[in-house]
């Protein structure tokens, strides 16, 4: 068993209380390592790393930036197997899937990279003998907070700009998921990026996490994480004015019209609801069908709901692994037992698979609940695991208003063969990330976020290059027109 350092200043080094904590795998619930536990002290010192750093990667020009962060994608690209290995035995991912999601991650590197490069200011027009100009300069160090279900994907959308912009920072990964995080610094380090400008504090939300949202040195706190969580944090960021970016829950809808091939929307509907196991912020937990093809669409399915290989996230032909923890694995058997309490019908799944190997893990059946209403607490609170509620609608207005009927506002996802009809809907859909025809699709160039409270900014794109950087504005008087205010000489002076 390997004892990991928390990843600060280029090296591994050990938590100053010289405690850890282990890292377990969900297949087997066995310890695949300890990991450094970091509280405050290690915080501080990270920051205080980072801030030495921060002007040194600042003062690089973006096309050197951008030709470390290419050179990073190369690298992360040569590791790729390495690193699916190791999410497998963090988060229980089946391999199939983890492969296929890393694959994605230099995308981010030499996009942002390339936004490094490319970047330019502005020239405001400016009244008069002024050259007006503005130019974007990094915040300085920043502070990123990771969940466990994607570990690498979602701290390479916070690190990849970031390090474009030229901001050092400090990151508090999942304790679940603390490994690959600080592998991706080593790749940093490799690539050109100081010592100092990618640090990693590995702990617990209540210690490392609560230190970094409220530190005084950080400009910046990036989450990702469930909503409540979100709101604390924004709320200690906020103390010192530090500018928040959220990614937070989702209770994503899926929504079939009766023009829809109905196996196409099975495919649809399964991919949106139980990729990842249902670990995930866009899961489609919400299937909306039209009352024409409710009956075909349910039959079909809790047909092939039955048919998802569940077993060892290694062994390729598996299609569902385990859910990563025991805790997570007990609220998803709370929400079902919520369900059948408040009358849906456990049309699949609800229940823990038996025999070997799946004893020792934290495995659970992909669920379907139909006779589902709107206002059900499963159709209304996020679960985040592999549970589907089927709700029937009759018209598209009925439709919009059920997906629109939640507090959360991240992502949904339209089926219908109708052009017209595909974009009235989604600009009806109250949610910052709407699919047509699709689902659970991104692009490190798409702005990834939600409406109302799953969050606040974006991933991804320009705007979440430019959310790393304050602007700036610079302006010159051109002329050599003397300028005395307070020149009793009867001319009239311009102010402003």
Same mark, same amino acid.
């Given at each position: 068993m390997?004892?990991?350092g928390? !990843?600060?200043?280029?090296?591994?080094?050990?938590?100053?209380?010289?405690?850890?904590?282990?890292?377990?795998?969900p297949?087997?619930?066995?310890?695949?390592?300890?990991?450094a536990?970091?509280?405050?002290?290690?915080v501080?010192?990270?920051?205080?790393?980072?801030?030495?750093?921060?002007?040194?990667?600042?003062?690089?020009?973006?096309?050197?930036?951008?030709?470390?962060?290419?050179?990073?994608?190369?690298?992360?690209?040569?590791?790729?197997?390495?690193?699916?290995?190791?999410?497998?035995?963090?988060i /229980? #991912?089946?391999?199939?899937?983890? #492969?296929?999601?890393?694959?994605?991650?230099?995308?981010w590197?030499?996009?942002?990279?390339?936004?490094?490069?490319?970047?330019?200011?502005? $020239?405001?027009p400016?009244?008069?003998h002024?050259?007006?100009?503005?130019?974007?300069?990094?915040?300085?160090?920043?502070?990123?907070?990771?969940?466990?279900?994607h570990?690498?994907?979602?701290?390479?959308?916070?690190?990849?700009?970031?390090?474009?912009?030229?901001?050092?920072?400090?990151?508090?990964?999942?304790?679940?998921?603390?490994?690959?995080p600080?592998?991706?610094?080593?790749?940093?380090?490799?690539?050109?990026?100081?010592?100092?400008?990618?640090?990693?504090v590995?702990?617990f939300?209540?210690?490392?996490?609560?230190?970094?949202?409220?530190?005084?040195?950080i400009?910046?706190?990036?989450v990702?994480?469930?909503?409540?969580?979100?709101?604390?944090i924004?709320?200690?960021?906020g103390?010192?004015?530090?500018?928040?970016?959220?990614?937070?829950g989702?209770?994503?809808a899926?929504?079939?019209?009766p023009?829809?091939?109905?196996? +196409?929307?099975?495919?649809?509907?399964l991919?949106?609801?139980?990729i990842?196991?249902?670990?995930?912020?866009?899961? /489609?937990?919400r299937?909306?069908?039209?009352?024409?093809?409710?009956?075909?669409?349910?039959?079909e399915?809790?047909?092939?709901?039955?048919?998802?290989?569940?077993?060892?996230p290694?062994?390729k032909?598996?299609?569902m692994?385990?859910?990563?923890?025991?805790?997570?694995?007990?609220?998803?058997e709370?929400?079902?037992?919520?369900? +059948?309490?408040?009358?849906?019908h456990?049309?699949?799944?609800?229940?823990?698979?038996?025999?070997?190997?799946?004893?020792?893990?934290?495995?659970y059946?992909p669920t379907?609940?139909?006779h589902?209403?709107p206002?059900?607490?499963?159709?209304?609170?996020?679960?985040?695991?592999p549970v589907m509620c089927?709700?029937? !609608?009759k018209?598209?207005?009925?439709?919009?208003?059920?997906?629109?009927?939640?507090?959360?506002?991240l992502?949904?996802s $339209?089926?219908?063969?109708? $052009?017209? #009809?595909?974009h009235r809907?989604?600009?009806a859909?109250?949610?910052?990330?709407?699919?047509i025809?699709d689902?659970?699709?991104?692009?490190?160039?798409?702005p990834? /976020?939600?409406?109302?409270?799953?969050g606040?900014?974006?991933?991804?794109?320009?705007?979440?290059? +430019?959310?790393?950087?304050?602007?700036?504005?610079?302006?010159?008087?051109?002329?050599?027109?003397?300028?005395?205010?307070?020149?009793?000489?009867?001319?009239?002076?311009?102010?402003?």
């Amino acid at each position: 068993m390997k004892s990991w350092g928390m !990843f600060v200043g280029g090296q591994y080094r050990p938590a100053a209380s010289g405690k850890d904590f282990p890292v377990i795998n969900p297949k087997n619930g066995s310890t695949i390592a300890k990991v450094a536990h970091g509280e405050q002290a290690d915080v501080d010192a990270a920051i205080a790393v980072a801030q030495q750093a921060s002007s040194t990667w600042a003062a690089y020009s973006g096309a050197r930036r951008g030709d470390i962060m290419h050179k990073a994608a190369e690298i992360l690209e040569s590791r790729l197997p390495e690193l699916a290995s190791l999410e497998v035995d963090q988060i /229980g #991912r089946p391999i199939n899937e983890m #492969r296929a999601q890393l694959a994605r991650l230099p995308e981010w590197f030499r996009y942002f990279g390339a936004l490094a490069r490319t970047q330019e200011g502005t $020239v405001p027009p400016f009244d008069g003998h002024f050259l007006n100009y503005t130019r974007r300069v990094p915040l300085g160090v920043v502070g990123l907070i990771t969940p466990w279900n994607h570990p690498l994907l979602i701290l390479t959308k916070k690190v990849a700009p970031a390090l474009a912009a030229g901001n050092a920072m400090v990151i508090k990964p999942s304790e679940l998921a603390p490994i690959t995080p600080m592998l991706l610094g080593e790749i940093m380090a490799e690539a050109g990026v100081p010592d100092g400008v990618f640090n990693v504090v590995t702990g617990f939300g209540a210690g490392a996490g609560a230190a970094l949202s409220q530190h005084k040195g950080i400009s910046k706190i990036d989450v990702t994480g469930g909503t409540e969580t979100g709101k604390v944090i924004a709320s200690m960021a906020g103390k010192n004015l530090t500018q928040v970016s959220a990614e937070l829950g989702g209770k994503a809808a899926v929504v079939l019209f009766p023009d829809v091939d109905v196996q +196409q929307g099975v495919a649809a509907a399964l991919f949106a609801s139980f990729i990842a196991s249902g670990q995930t912020c866009v899961q /489609g937990a919400r299937l909306l069908v039209h009352e024409s093809i409710h009956d075909q669409v349910v039959a079909e399915i809790v047909r092939r709901t039955a048919q998802i290989r569940i077993g060892d996230p290694l062994e390729k032909t598996t299609q569902m692994g385990p859910l990563v923890s025991a805790r997570q694995r007990d609220l998803v058997e709370k929400y079902v037992a919520i369900g +059948q309490a408040e009358g849906a019908h456990l049309a699949a799944g609800g229940q823990r698979p038996q025999g070997a190997p799946f004893e020792a893990g934290f495995y659970y059946e992909p669920t379907v609940f139909t006779h589902v209403k709107p206002h059900m607490r499963i159709a209304q609170e996020e679960i985040f695991g592999p549970v589907m509620c089927v709700i029937p !609608f009759k018209t598209e207005a009925e439709a919009v208003e059920i997906v629109n009927d939640v507090d959360f506002g991240l992502a949904a996802s $339209v089926w219908t063969k109708d $052009v017209a #009809r595909a974009h009235r809907v989604a600009q009806a859909i109250q949610a910052g990330i709407i699919w047509i025809n699709d689902h659970h699709r991104i692009d490190a160039s798409s702005p990834w /976020g939600g409406f109302k409270m799953s969050g606040l900014g974006r991933e991804n794109g320009i705007v979440a290059y +430019q959310a790393y950087t304050q602007i700036q504005n610079i302006i010159v008087n051109l002329s050599s027109e003397p300028f005395d205010w307070y020149a009793d000489d009867g001319q009239e002076k311009r102010y402003s």
